[in-house]
Structures are given as C-alpha cells and as structure tokens.
C-alpha cells in the first residue's frame, strides 16, 4: 500500500466539509481518450426540475432503492449541481456515512458549499472535479449517482475511466437520464450501455423510474486493473443519435 493510499481514510475525515477543492491527484489525461462520436449538450441549469415535482416522484427514494444505498455508506453525486440528490442522500448514509457533492461549475460549487454550510450536515464534503476527471480519493466510494447530466459529459470516457479507479470493489454507478438523444438532453440506452461496456463497466439492471423522471442505469464499476488502456477505448455510433442532430 502506497503512502497516500493509507492516508485517505483519514484524508476523508479530517477535510473541511466544505472545501471545493480536488480530493485526489489527476488521473488519467482527457487528451487519452477518444472524444464520444455524438453531440454532448451544454450545461444549462444547475438542476434538472422543480424539486417539488420530484419529489412527489419519490425520485431519490426509487433510485437510493434500487441501487441500495445503505447507512455509512460513501456516496459521490458527480454533477451534484444545486444538491437536490446530496440533501436528501445525506440522512440516508447517516453520520457514519459520507456524501462526496462533486461539481466541475464554479458557481454551481460555490452555492452548495453556501447551502451545505447553512445546513450544518457534517457528512458532505463538496468536491471540484474535472470534465474528465471527478479527482476522488482510490478506492473510496460505494455508490455514484449521475443525474440527468451523463449527456452533458464533454469527454464521458475519461470522466468513467476515472472514477473507475475512486469505487470500491464491486462499487455502484447509478446514471439517471431521459430517454432521448444528448442534443434534447438525453441518452439513449443502447448508447449508454455501449459507452459504459467501451470502459469495462458491467450492466446490473435498467428500471424506469416512476413519475416521469427517466430510467435509472445501474452499472458495476471495473477494477482499475480490468479498465482497458485509455487509447483502446473506441467511440460508440448510435444512428437514431446522428439523425436527431
């Protein structure tokens, strides 16, 4: 065991709750991979709807159920946004727990960590990622969440091939989106399915989820030694995706 891998536990725990800061050294380099061969769709808001209406959807409740999100449990939102997922996530991992809120927005990462503060919950730490990189600890993380924001990941085979390398063995990654191309943000499942398998990524199960609020991918993370080499990784095609623009 290397050094700062025998520092994190105690990295996790000593950090401010609120430091919108990397948790890790980069990873691998965006210039590696190959970009997606699909349009990506801009970053438009820092949440998808009213939290009202999902809410009455039970959104977060469907989807913390079939990914079984349990108490003291570490959970990283990639894409955390205005924290909808991260608030009602928090209780549910409990004190023993931690939520890891990460953004690559500078004003979306600036009004979480003001809400996180003003909430006072001490299992949150908000985390500056990268387009291609979350920069989260090895090792560190039972279960991701990506919500409604896949299709707006400019290079999503670095940013999975990254994360790969921060989830514990057998790790969770729950992606949450509409099924429609990424231009009408969305994605496809074929084309999910095929993008996440390019990186190593073993599907578990595929729901829709009730309410209106999309379909929830859950995917097994690669061991980092079973990721294929970055410059390997091939671009998928999706014809229904070309011809909605």
């Given at each position: 065991?290397?050094?700062?891998?025998?520092?994190?536990?105690?990295?996790?725990?000593?950090?401010?709750?609120?430091?919108?800061?990397?948790?890790?050294?980069?990873?691998?380099?965006?210039?590696?991979?190959?970009?997606?061969?699909?349009?990506?769709?801009?970053?438009?808001?820092?949440?998808?709807?009213?939290?009202?209406?999902?809410?009455?959807?039970?959104?977060?409740?469907?989807?913390?159920?079939?990914?079984?999100?349990?108490?003291?449990?570490?959970?990283?939102?990639?894409?955390?946004?205005?924290?909808?997922?991260?608030?009602?996530?928090?209780?549910?991992?409990?004190?023993?727990?931690?939520?890891?809120?990460?953004?690559?927005?500078?004003?979306?990462?600036?009004?979480?960590?003001?809400?996180?503060?003003?909430?006072?919950?001490?299992?949150?730490?908000?985390?500056?990622?990268?387009?291609?990189?979350?920069r989260l600890?090895?090792?560190?993380?039972?279960?991701?969440?990506?919500?409604?924001?896949?299709?707006?990941?400019?290079?999503p085979f670095?940013?999975?091939?990254?994360?790969?390398?921060?989830?514990?063995?057998?790790?969770?990654?729950?992606?949450?989106?509409?099924?429609?191309?990424?231009?009408?943000?969305?994605?496809?499942?074929?084309?999910?399915?095929?993008?996440?398998?390019?990186?190593?990524?073993?599907?578990?199960?595929?729901?829709?989820?009730?309410?209106?609020?999309?379909?929830?991918?859950?995917?097994?993370?690669?061991?980092?030694?079973?990721?294929?080499?970055?410059?390997?990784?091939?671009?998928?095609?999706?014809?229904?995706?070309?011809k909605g623009?």
């Amino acid at each position: 065991m290397t050094r700062f891998a025998a520092f994190l536990p105690l990295l996790l725990l000593t950090l401010p709750a609120f430091a919108a800061e990397p948790l890790a050294p980069p990873g691998a380099p965006a210039e590696r991979f190959a970009k997606p061969d699909r349009p990506v769709a801009e970053i438009v808001a820092p949440q998808w709807a009213h939290e009202r209406e999902r809410d009455r959807a039970d959104e977060v409740g469907q989807g913390a159920r079939l990914m079984r999100i349990a108490p003291g449990e570490t959970v990283a939102d990639i894409g955390a946004g205005s924290g909808y997922y991260v608030f009602r996530l928090s209780p549910r991992v409990g004190s023993q727990g931690r939520i890891l809120a990460q953004d690559i927005t500078p004003d979306y990462l600036a009004d979480l960590e003001r809400r996180v503060a003003e909430s006072g919950l001490s299992n949150v730490t908000v985390v500056r990622g990268e387009a291609h990189d979350p920069r989260l600890p090895p090792g560190s993380v039972d279960a991701a969440v990506l919500v409604h924001m896949y299709h707006e990941i400019a290079q999503p085979f670095g940013l999975l091939w990254n994360l790969a390398a921060a989830m514990k063995p057998g790790g969770r990654v729950g992606i949450v989106d509409a099924d429609a191309i990424p231009s009408r943000h969305g994605t496809p499942p074929k084309l999910l399915r095929c993008e996440l398998a390019a990186v190593g990524y073993r599907e578990v199960s595929l729901a829709r989820l009730k309410g209106g609020v999309g379909y929830l991918a859950v995917f097994e993370a690669p061991a980092p030694d079973r990721r294929p080499v970055p410059e390997a990784i091939r671009p998928c095609r999706d014809e229904a995706t070309r011809k909605g623009g």
